[in-house]
């Protein structure tokens, strides 16, 4: 209990509230430009927040995390076009409801289930993170290298039909891992002379560079801008009283959904909203009306992927395996910060958890009451030229990029890997699985020379804990391809009800 309160209270004070406004409005608007993903925004930020103390630096972060799932709901709502993956859902009935006149109820409706899913999330992080983290204390070694295994799986989830590409740029990230001096005996290896290398790679310059700067490269050179005219006449607001009993099956149903598939390593918002909007569509009395304006997909696909948000960081936390690629990008941040996520954190910080959790709860209650008020607000950027959004960007990554440790040489990675992940993106190579073999390989390499040191492979294979993971890790990549072959053979007898190609974002991370 005394935790608890602590956890809370180190949240009670005005540069905490000035670090969560910041980070609602600034979730909000990354959320309503479609083509700026939030793992894009997080990453920026993150090399602002490390001069901050860990606290108010993660409240930034996280705040930009949750208020880009309510703002991204705007174009998917307004204009067909979902700000970020979590909401491409959203679209099947949100533009819909819009298309009739019923953009405002479609909105209001929208933050009212995100908000409710986002707070099931919370509560499922706060109740199920000590039973779990206390599980995961009685690893060692060859424990903590079968689930960073198990956490390198998520390469194959992300890299989505492009499995050989994706594990071609999962092993280019583990070498980036290995540069710089060796976990065990700290002598330099692949650092060329270099003594900016010493240290590793600069991990802020690597992911602004792939997911920033590429990004902003990749919208210039191909001028994508959206040809949809925003919807701009809204109806009425406020749900009825029988528009509000209608919602409250599908926000269960797709909170329960999105919590479960946001535990998943690698299973974002995007896969929760759809799977929830399937689930609800098969529980409802009127599955007819679902794709073509029902408040009840709209709720439950939005429910769900704000849901998912508790489910990635009780993976990250208890674990330290990051839930999706924004976690993936935080996890990085904190292991800077010298916070080191996974079951030691309960021991040695467990108010810590709480005061994630209490500002998840106060960003959740603050950008829905930001999203309620300021609809026609957001709306209205929809229209604002894309060349402004780009000089932005480009300006804060590099004033952020130099800010983390005075260097040009940061700034020089970051133009480096900006190329390099335009050129990933042009040929179809995904950049997640780069920064998870950057940040899982030293783990990863660390526990196993340590199990080799303890007792070479046996400790591995004697372990049941470690086989366990072990096998899970095989499963995790076998199955979703099973799966998906099966699923092939039955296309076009059993999911013509389901809408296809969802229109999809650049940039297929959140």
């Known amino acids: ?19 969560v406004l910041a980070g609602a409005a600034i979730g909000m608007l990354v959320g309503a430009f479609p083509g700026v993903t939030a793992t894009m925004a997080v990453a920026l930020a993150s090399a602002f927040t490390l001069t901050m103390d860990p606290l108010p630096g993660l409240a930034v972060l996280l705040t930009i995390l949750i208020g880009a799932q309510f703002g991204d709901r705007v174009p998917a709502i307004l204009i067909n076009t979902p700000g970020t993956p979590a909401s491409i859902a959203t679209t099947f009935d949100g533009y819909a409801m819009a298309k009739q006149g019923k953009a405002g109820l479609a909105l209001t409706s929208s933050a009212f289930a995100s908000a409710v899913g986002g707070f099931v999330g919370i509560a499922v992080l706060m109740v199920a993170a000590i039973p779990l983290s206390t599980v995961a204390m009685r690893f060692g070694s060859p424990e903590m290298f079968a689930l960073v295994v198990f956490g390198l799986t998520m390469m194959i989830e992300v890299s989505g039909r492009q499995l050989v590409k994706g594990l071609i740029a999962g ?51 191909s001028r994508r801008h959206s040809t949809q005219k925003a919807i701009t006449s809204f109806g009425r607001w406020w749900p009825n009283k029988q528009e509000t009993r209608q919602m409250v099956k599908p926000i269960a149903v797709g909170s329960s959904v999105g919590t479960v598939v946001g535990v998943l390593p690698a299973v974002g918002g995007d896969i929760g909203g759809i799977v929830a909007w399937n689930q609800a569509k098969r529980v409802s009395k009127e599955p007819e009306k679902f794709g073509k304006g029902s408040l009840e997909g709209l709720t439950a696909a939005d ?104 260097s040009v040489f940061d700034v020089g990675v970051m133009v480096l890997f900006g190329v390099l992940g335009l ?18 390989g030293p783990l990863a390499e660390r526990n196993f020379r340590r199990s080799m040191e303890l007792g070479g492979l046996e400790t591995i294979y004697t372990s049941p804990i470690a086989v366990g993971l072990l096998v899970l890790a095989v499963l995790a990549v076998a199955v979703p391809r099973i799966r998906s072959r099966m699923k092939a053979r039955r296309q076009g007898t059993t999911d013509r009800d389901t809408p296809t190609d969802p229109p999809v974002p650049a940039g297929a991370s959140r």
Do not use: H
Not at 6 to 18: C, N, R
Not at 177 to 183: E, H, I, L, Q
């Open 1 to 19: 209990m005394s935790a608890l309160v602590e956890g809370f209270g180190a949240l009670l004070s005005v540069q905490m509230l000035v670090c």
């Open 171 to 221: 092993l280019f990230g583990l070498a980036l891992g290995t540069v710089g001096r060796d976990p065990m005996d700290g002598s330099d290896r692949l650092t060329f002379g270099i003594p900016q290398l010493v240290e590793g790679i600069p991990f802020i310059a690597v992911i602004i560079g792939l997911f920033g700067i590429a990004e902003v490269f990749s919208q210039m050179i």
């Open 303 to 406: 429910g769900s992927s704000n849901a998912g948000v508790g489910g990635s960081v009780l993976t990250t936390l208890a674990l330290g395996v990051p839930g999706d690629s924004v976690m993936a990008v935080m996890l990085g941040s904190m292991i800077i910060w010298g916070i080191q996520p996974g079951p030691g954190l309960f021991t040695s910080q467990p108010d810590l958890v709480y005061s994630i959790a209490g500002i998840m709860f106060f960003a959740t209650v603050l950008t829905l009451g930001l999203s309620l008020l300021r609809m026609r607000g957001v709306a209205k950027l929809l229209e604002l030229p894309s060349r402004f959004l780009w000089t932005v960007i480009l300006a804060f990554c590099i004033v952020g990029t130099y800010a983390v440790n005075n």
């Open 423 to 440: 050129l990933l993106r042009r040929y179809g190579f995904p950049a997640g699985p780069i920064v998870l073999g950057l940040i899982l």
